[in-house]
């Protein structure tokens, strides 16, 4: 059958408005996928829907609908998006209204299933990640716009790609194929050039990176590519990063296939094009995860600025001064960040920032009284005392939490544009989640003279959240990179070098294929991204930090 070339148009919610014009506009496809949701998202569309019932999606989507609807049907472009959040009923029905606001013949379905807050007391939201077979059911009856609620990010391009080819659920390998594709494809720019660690190494414009997109064929291998012309580039580099993004171990689960991240091989095909091949598929897990996001408290932070010296005295000073009104909160975090150096040229540079962070259940203890405890120092505190910014009222913080039900027990529904309900069967076959045995490594360098030098100038990686933990992807750009970095970069040298996670447990997962290691530091980000409690709350930076520390790396390799 035909090659299915499906794009994406959305990474997150609040990602580049014109991002779906102009991949309707820079080149042909069949399909444009919008990945809308995160763990964070779940938590702001459910205080929206508190406030409005008919709330609860991604607005944006509809906005961008507004220009967009009648070029993707001009085009011959489905639609397919995650945009419906807690509410895809309601987002299909404000899509029809627009359809027929412009008079446009276009069919719109939406599938829904996922919602599990009543079995949840106490939880904002609880939402099963669903597969893509509701999806295909949808796109299979003639749908042109599909939205739903939570699914994978991956079930986006795996849908449209089983109802193109006509895959069956224990099509395991072509599945795994189309999953690994859509893992690319899920975070937009990031595999055309953006948030890559080598972008100082290219000379493309990456002031305005193109969207990917993928060549889907029926055996299950794509290419992934952009519109030519458009912004940034697509390497095996920047394909490599995104296959390590948030993800843990060589088998990468999801309700319709588990894929096997240490088969996928990656080779260029081309400028601008990335072949994906090899992929391997396993029956998926028995059971589905389930986010749960619920209000954990109140927040408040307030950072003062130490200027010149006696920064650790000033620091100590405050933190007395302030203690009565602390006493009674539940959480209180204080940071010292020594942004100072000696003799400074301008006083930025000769300031240090202390952070106090504040959370409990109680709005009023997090709010005024530390208001005001901290605005009472102004005149009768340390020389030179000032803050970034007054401390607020109190901001109510969320917490994520993981659970999982039996696939069976989730009702898959897929809502046709014409108002049949179908309902999706669970997989026919489920395997339990074992750990992979670890991979031979390569064999050493020789030894050499050696240099005290940062890893990143012979490594890559990125890093991202899921839940409280963190994953941080290392890759080697050579063969004889990696026969250092597999011997080298163990878990304890990670914790070595990276603080924060000494006392935590950290896995290393080795692939050698990607010439790559993935590391998963257990509760470095608390209760998740909502619960802001890290300075880089979602661990974004994470892996530049470790690229940036010191390593003795031979000089064969510099």
């Known amino acids: 059958m035909s090659v299915l070339r499906v794009g994406n148009a959305s990474g997150f ?57 009648g070029l993707a049907h001009e085009r011959g472009v489905r639609i397919v998006a995650n945009a419906g959040g807690l509410n895809p009923a309601g987002l299909a029905d404000a899509v029809r209204t627009l359809a027929g606001r412009f008079g446009l013949p276009v069919r719109v379905a939406h599938v829904e299933g996922d919602d599990r807050t ?10 099963a990640y669903l597969g893509g077979f509701g999806i295909a059911r949808c796109l299979s009856a003639g749908a042109d716009v599909v939205v739903t609620g939570r699914v994978t990010d991956a079930a986006l391009v795996t849908g449209p790609a ?53 060549e889907l064929h029926a055996d299950g291998t794509s290419v992934v590519t952009k519109h030519p012309g458009t912004g940034g580039f697509v390497d095996v580099g920047t394909v490599t990063a995104q296959l390590l993004y948030e993800t843990g171990g060589a088998r990468y689960a999801g309700p319709d296939v588990t894929a096997r991240l240490d088969t996928v091989r990656l080779t260029q095909d081309g400028p601008d094009r990335v072949r994906i091949e090899g992929v391997r598929g396993e ?32 620091a100590a000073l405050v933190r007395e001064q302030m203690e009565p009104a602390l006493g009674e909160i539940a959480d209180v975090r204080w940071d ?27 709005q009023r203890a997090v709010g005024r009284a530390l208001s005001g405890a901290a605005v009472e120092l ?20 969320g917490v994520f939490e993981e659970a999982y039900v039996p696939q069976g027990a989730v009702r898959h529904v897929a809502v046709l544009h014409d108002g049949r309900r179908v309902e999706v069967a669970p997989p026919p076959e489920t395997a339990a989640l074992d750990a992979v045995p670890e991979p031979p490594l390569p064999e050493p360098l020789p030894p050499g003279p050696v240099r005290r030098a940062a890893l990143g100038l012979v490594a890559g990686a990125r890093s991202g959240d899921k839940g409280g933990n963190a994953n941080v992807g290392v890759w080697a750009r050579s063969d004889e990179a990696w026969r250092w970095l597999a011997h080298e970069l163990t878990a304890d040298r990670f914790r070595e070098l990276i603080p924060e996670a000494r006392d935590l447990p950290v896995t ?42 010191h390593l003795d790396i031979p000089e064969v390799l510099l």
């Open 13 to 69: 919610y609040g990602d580049r408005f014109d991002a779906m014009r102009e991949m309707l506009t820079d080149g042909p496809l069949d399909v444009l996928t919008g990945d809308y949701l995160a763990e964070l998202t779940m938590l702001i569309l459910g205080r929206d829907r508190l406030k409005d019932p008919d709330a609860g999606y991604a607005r944006t989507f509809l906005r961008q609908l507004e220009e967009c609807l």
């Open 336 to 362: 010292l960040v020594r942004t100072d150096r000696p003799d400074a040229p301008t006083e930025e540079t000769a300031s240090a920032l202390l952070r106090l962070v504040v959370r409990d259940a109680d």
């Open 118 to 127: 009543a079995a949840h007391p106490g939880s904002l939201a609880a939402h």
């Open 378 to 397: 102004a005149l009768a505190s340390y020389p030179g005392f000032h803050v970034l910014a007054p401390p607020g009222k109190g901001a109510p913080y």
């Open 508 to 549: 290393r997962h080795v692939l050698p294929a990607l010439r790559a290691l993935n590391f998963v530091v257990e509760g470095i980000l608390g209760e998740g991204v909502a619960a802001q409690a890290r300075f880089d709350p979602q661990a974004k930076a994470l892996g530049e930090w470790l690229r940036a520390r």
């Open 283 to 314: 029956a998926p897990p028995p059971d589905l995860k389930v986010g749960l996001s619920r209000l954990g408290g109140f927040r408040n932070e307030v950072v003062f600025v130490l200027t010149g010296l006696g920064v650790e005295a000033k």
């Open 162 to 214: 089983a109802a193109h080819f006509g895959w069956a659920p224990t099509d395991h390998d072509r599945l795994a194929g189309a999953v690994v594709a859509g893992h690319v494809l899920e975070c937009g720019a990031q595999a055309t050039g953006g948030n890559y660690a080598f972008f100082e190494d290219r000379a493309g414009d990456l002031r305005h990176p193109g969207f990917p997109l993928a």
